[in-house]
Each structure stands twice: as structure tokens, then as C-alpha cells.
């Protein structure tokens, strides 16, 4: 009777567990990508396993980095800002298909540059 229990309790675990959840671990590794509007460039960023987001924009225009730092969610959200100290914005969502899009902006230097941008996750993670 113990084994039918646990048998059942298995297996009723299992059914409740599902491939479809979305979770921080989908997005852990190295993003990279373009980014164009009123400047262009690439970006990289690395997902941290707390959802802390660490990377940096290159502008092709002014031959400058731009630290990009915030988090992100389990959803896949992405909020983070643009220099240090916070300058802009980079925003947007990445996705368990491995692909991410959003939108940006820059105060430095002025005027204020915005735009969007895409990317893909490492393909050797």
C-alpha cells in the first residue's frame, strides 16, 4: 500500500510539473545584439542566475561604451539603465525561444538618442 502511495504522489508530482514555466534559468548566459535609432551599434549583456543584468552598448557613431546594467525578471522582462550613473534606458524582453527585443534611449552625449534593438541569446549555451 506505501508503494501505490508513492506511486501516485510520483506521479502526480510529476504532472504538476511543467516544461512551459517560465523561469530565471531560461535567460542565465550571454545575450548579444544590434541597436538602432538616432545612434547604432552592438550590446552584449550576461543574465546572472538572481536575474542581475551586466553588459555594455558600443556606439559605431561615437565610438563609445555604454554600461548596461539592471535586472531581470522571471517573465523575461528586462529593466535596465544606460551609464553610470544612469544616463538612459535599456528595455525590453527576451525570450525561452532565445531571442530578445526592446528599446533604448541615451542621454550622453546630448541630445538624448533612442531606439530599438534585437538580439539572440549565445547559441553555445
Not at 504532472?15 to 548579444?32: A, V
Request: net charge negative; hydrophobic share 30%.
Amino acid at each position: 500500500m506505501k508503494k501505490l502511495f508513492f506511486l501516485l504522489l510520483a506521479t502526480f508530482a510529476l504532472i504538476g510539473c511543467s516544461s512551459d514555466d517560465d523561469t530565471i534559468y531560461d535567460y542565465i548566459g550571454t545575450w548579444s545584439g544590434t541597436y538602432d535609432g538616432s545612434d547604432k551599434g552592438v550590446w552584449n549583456i550576461v543574465v546572472a542566475s538572481d536575474g542581475t543584468v551586466n553588459g555594455t552598448m558600443h556606439s559605431d557613431v561615437n565610438n563609445e561604451n555604454y554600461k548596461i546594467a539592471g535586472h531581470l525578471n522571471d517573465s523575461g522582462e528586462l529593466n535596465a539603465s544606460v551609464g553610470l550613473p544612469s544616463d538612459g534606458s535599456f528595455n525590453g524582453n527576451l525570450g525561452t525561444d532565445k531571442k530578445g527585443n526592446g528599446s533604448w534611449t541615451n542621454a550622453v552625449p546630448t541630445p538624448t538618442r533612442s531606439g530599438s534593438w534585437t538580439g539572440e541569446k549565445d547559441k553555445s549555451q
